[in-house]
């Protein structure tokens, strides 16, 4: 059921791969809830084709552009503006990659040229986007930029890898450019810490299946949806939430609050 939350907002999305993807589903709501959307990913990705069907479902232009290429992140953000036909109320970030986690490098013994790499198109390319956002004065008074992290930032997964590293560059990256923005214009700064979800990027980390059910059970309300995620996003995009920013924000089910569940100590008991 739409709200109209988004009514007269446009918004840019980055990583829409599939529907399993947390782009995805964001796209589909923000467009339920009244928003005007300008979709993006990496070439690569695009021709993977799946982005078509969902930029047809809510009538909503591709603009390629690598996430490591300022130029390209100038041309989305002017053909946006030309679309739009002004500024822009929304950015959802959802971009990460390992090349060291592709090729099954642990963290102790990583290829740091690769390192390198997912450093600069798993965090770095944030700053580049609010980088050239804020200098073509692109984002609309208020409006708000959302990134997407996970918990391994402030704790030890072992098997999340340089992910982790990637992550914790990204929410400082979010609290230091959500300072400037908000003294520049009032621009609102956050990261989402999503639950383990099952997208393409996630069933890459190595023994995911235990992980997400580890999760689960260590979670009061359970492991929030990709479906869920979208939602919470609309939130953090409307004008409910003008107050929120510079934050890391837990969408978890109560994971990163939780010591420990009864179903686990049962379990942990009966073996």
């Known amino acids: 059921m739409s ?28 467009h339920e809830e009244g928003a005007e959307i300008v979709l993006t990913n990496a070439p690569i990705a695009l021709r993977m084709g799946e982005i078509n069907k969902l930029a047809e479902t809510i009538n909503a232009p591709i603009i390629g552009a690598d996430v490591t290429k300022m130029e390209d992140l100038e041309a989305l953000i002017d053909q946006s503006m030309a679309h739009f036909g002004g500024k ?12 060291n986690i592709r090729k099954g490098n642990p963290y102790t013994h990583l290829n740091h040229e690769w390192e390198l790499k997912t450093l ?4 770095v390319s944030f700053h580049r ?11 609309n008074e208020w409006a708000s930029v959302v990134a997407l992290t996970y918990i ?15 992550k914790s560059l990204l929410e400082s990256i979010a609290r230091s ?59 953090l995009f409307s004008d409910l939430t003008r107050y929120v920013t510079m934050q890391n ?14 179903p686990v100590v049962d379990k942990m008991a009966s073996e």
């Open 249 to 262: 924000l837990y969408h978890d089910g109560g994971y990163s609050s939780t010591g420990v569940t009864q």
């Open 177 to 235: 450019f959500g300072y400037h923005y908000g003294i520049k214009n009032k621009v609102r700064v956050n990261t989402i810490s999503q639950s383990p979800t099952r997208t393409t990027a996630g069933s890459g980390v190595k023994g995911f299946d235990g992980f997400i059910n580890f999760s689960e059970a260590m979670s009061p309300l359970g492991n929030a949806s990709a479906e869920a995620f979208a939602g919470y996003c609309v939130t």
């Open 3 to 30: 709200h109209n939350l988004l009514k007269g907002k446009k918004g840019i999305i980055f990583g829409a791969l599939n529907e399993q993807s947390l782009a995805w589903q964001t796209a589909l709501k923000c």
């Open 88 to 99: 822009i109320d929304f950015i959802l970030h959802s971009v990460g990659m390992s090349m």
């Open 129 to 139: 986007v609010l980088q050239v956002a804020y200098e073509k004065d692109a984002l």
């Open 152 to 166: 391994a930032a402030q704790r030890v997964f072992p098997d999340y890898n340089e992910m982790a590293d990637a």
């Open 120 to 123: 600069d198109i798993s965090a």
